[in-house]
């Protein structure tokens, strides 16, 4: 387990410079944690039901959830932020093809702030999803993050972007 400090240098540390459009400078970061599905505060609640359980297997229906982000797999690890946003089923199959979007609020305590947002389909027990922006720590980053299951309670996100 990492403390925010070690962290912060792993970011800085890995940052180095990457052409981009029009020739300008950009940073190749990463960065790592864990998403506590049932600790602290988190809520998850259905905004709208399936269409028809019995011939769409959820089809349509929506969920909207703001979960807690820690340093290490530990619930009682160090919290860096919230992880919220939503999920949307686009199968009519028994297996699972969500849409999510996802929003994470970070702060390591260190220096490091901001929040970044994430979209793409989730369908297995690792996916890789768009990063599609940031702010703060993160302006303008553009990349991916893989998001694998470890249980029901618990997932891992790791993030590799590139920022201004």
């Known amino acids: ?13 890995m940052s180095q410079p990457v052409v981009g459009e029009g ?32 011939t769409t297997y959820n ?3 929506v969920e909207v959830f703001d979960f807690n982000i820690t340093e290490g797999a530990s619930n009682s690890s160090k919290s860096l932020g919230h992880v919220r946003g939503f999920t949307f089923q686009t199968s009519y199959t028994a ?8 929003v994470v609020s970070y702060d390591d305590g260190a220096g490091v ?21 940031g702010s703060g720590s993160f302006r303008g980053a553009r990349g991916y993050v893989v998001i694998s ?16």
Do not use: D, K, W
């Not at 297996?95 to 996802?102: G, I, L």
């Not at 702030?113 to 922006?133: H, W």
């Open 113 to 133: 702030n901001g929040t970044l947002s994430f979209q793409g389909l989730i369908n297995e027990s690792t996916n890789e999803i768009s990063i599609v922006g």
């Open 1 to 13: 387990m990492l403390c925010g400090a070690a962290l912060m240098a792993i970011v800085v540390a």
């Open 95 to 102: 297996t699972s093809h969500e849409v999510e979007v996802e």
């Open 149 to 164: 299951l470890i249980n029901p309670n618990l997932y891992h996100h790791s993030l590799y972007f590139l920022h201004p």
């Open 23 to 54: 020739g300008t400078s950009n940073a190749s970061s990463s960065l790592e944690y864990y998403v506590q599905v049932v600790v602290g505060s988190p809520y998850t609640g259905s905004v709208a039901a399936p269409l028809n359980v019995s």
């Open 59 to 61: 089809f349509g229906s």
